[in-house]
């Protein structure tokens, strides 16, 4: 079955601390994975896929096949960070996680 | 280009009334989605359209639910009858070729069914 599993509805930490945004995928065929991002009162929007290997924002996404994951990291959260994380799994179509979200205090 | 564009922004209807959602993807793009977000499941994909012609819709919930593209600029996704159990935020996207993983999402429908 394809599914994409984000087991944190809720992430809080505080300003300056390291984030990691777990994500976890089931998928038979080579994987294309991304991270979405929807900020308070904007739309979702991509954030960054992992076959850019690029750093986006300060965050950075490792594709792990052996662990079927691909963790969004940050090793300094700032507070306009807030907002609701989707990972998603690019197969004939795009499958999103129940996606997480952070919060960052200042 | 102003993206893509949902309307309207929120909808509150009664139990059993029909609601129509609609959506003008981006000029030029050949795919268009709809997802539904919810609290419990997140964003669950309901259909999507290739050049108007709907390629998956094992995502529509059920019969009550149906969706249309009459044309490359505009699509539709109706309930009828609505039930509370399909509050959510609805969104439309689309994209310019194969390229599902950069969708171009619009602002959303909020329903609430009472």
């Known amino acids: ?106 | 280009d102003a993206g893509v564009i949902q309307s309207p922004r929120h909808e509150v209807t009664e139990m059993g009334q029909e609601v129509t959602l609609r959506c003008k993807p981006i000029s030029g793009h050949d795919y268009l989605f709809w997802y539904r977000q919810t609290m419990m499941r997140g964003l669950e994909l309901l259909i999507y359209f290739n050049n108007n012609v709907p390629i998956d819709d094992s995502g529509m919930p059920e019969d009550r639910f149906s969706a249309k593209m009459p044309n490359a600029s505009f699509s539709t996704l109706k309930i009828q009858p609505s039930e509370p159990r399909d509050s959510a935020v609805y969104f439309c996207a689309s994209s310019l070729g194969r390229g599902h993983e950069k969708l171009f999402f619009g602002s959303g429908t909020q329903l609430s069914v009472l």
């Open chain 1, 1 to 106: 079955a394809q599914r994409v599993t984000q087991p944190e509805k809720l992430l809080s930490v505080f300003k300056g601390a390291p984030v990691e945004l777990k994500c976890n995928y089931s998928y038979s065929g080579s994987p294309e994975l991304f991270w979405y991002v929807q900020y308070s009162r904007q739309r979702l929007q991509l954030l960054l896929r992992h076959i850019s290997r690029e750093s986006i924002k300060g965050f950075t996404a490792d594709l792990n096949k052996g662990e079927t994951s691909f963790h969004l990291k940050k090793p300094f959260a700032q507070e306009e960070d807030s907002a609701m994380y989707y990972c998603a799994l690019l197969t004939d179509k795009l499958i999103f996680g129940t996606g997480t979200r952070l919060q960052v205090f200042p």
